[in-house]
């Protein structure tokens, strides 16, 4: 159980296209999915927290105007990376919280999406 | 704020070989603590996790004790295979949220 799905695995776009990537919680319902921006050989940098329903919170420094997240369903948020440029390129990871059981406090984390703007 | 620091790597070791990798955090309230590893290719996963002070986390050989005291949550192994190769994160949940540590790159040689 508690599988998060990502898709696309990988997109390659042009400078000033907007690219949408899309996160499942396939066996659980997720009141609260979480976006992360991981760039090479670093750590994982919450970009927000997405609740269903509601907008977004989104952490200091991350523009909530370049990075749309729609938390429409219990089970799919989905990013937006508008007008993308180069420096945007990265891997970008989504998780879930499963809100019941044991493991309220545990996010489980989806493959990842490679985005590379040229 | 939240912080977690963690031993920096990369570090290889020979199969059979003990490991461990030191973790150490700064936390508001009352943390619970995880370890995440990425294999080569994939997305993090648990490994394993303590809610409390003096829980240990196991999980495929691997432990960890949550020690308030000294506010560590070191990663052991006693002996380590190949297929362990992978990064390895600290990390800790305060109000929902992830910290997660820098990473720790370990490499098994056979």
């Known amino acids: 159980g508690a599988v998060v799905s990502q898709h696309p695995s990988r997109v390659i776009c042009k400078s000033g296209t907007s690219v949408k990537i899309e996160c499942r919680s396939l066996?659980?319902?997720?009141?609260?999915m979480f976006w992360y921006r991981q760039f090479p050989k670093q750590s994982l940098m919450l970009m927000a927290t997405s609740n269903e329903g509601s907008k977004a919170t989104y952490e200091q420094g991350v523009e909530k105007d370049k990075f749309l997240i729609n938390h429409a369903s219990l089970t799919l948020s989905t990013l937006t990376v508008t007008s993308a440029h180069p420096e945007d390129s990265s891997f970008y990871i989504c998780?879930?919280?499963?809100?019941?059981?044991?493991?309220?406090?545990?996010?489980?984390f989806g493959p990842g999406t490679r985005l590379t703007v040229l | 704020g939240n912080s977690v620091t963690q031993m920096e790597g990369p570090v290889t070791l020979s199969e059979e070989a003990f490991l461990t990798i030191n973790c150490t955090y700064t936390?508001?309230?009352?943390?619970?603590l995880f370890w995440y590893v990425q294999y080569p290719g994939e997305g993090l996963q648990l490994l394993l996790k303590a809610t409390k002070a003096d829980d240990k986390g196991s999980n495929k050989g691997f432990e960890a004790t949550y020690r308030k005291e000294t506010t560590s949550f070191h990663l052991e192994k006693g002996s380590v295979q190949v297929s362990d190769s992978a990064v390895y994160f600290c990390a800790l949940s305060t109000d929902y949220k992830l910290s997660f540590g820098a990473g720790t790159t370990v490499t098994v040689r056979a």
């Open positions: 066996d659980f319902q997720a009141t609260t």
């Open positions: 936390a508001t309230g009352y943390p619970s």
């Open positions: 998780s879930a919280r499963d809100p019941d059981g044991r493991t309220w406090d545990t996010q489980y």
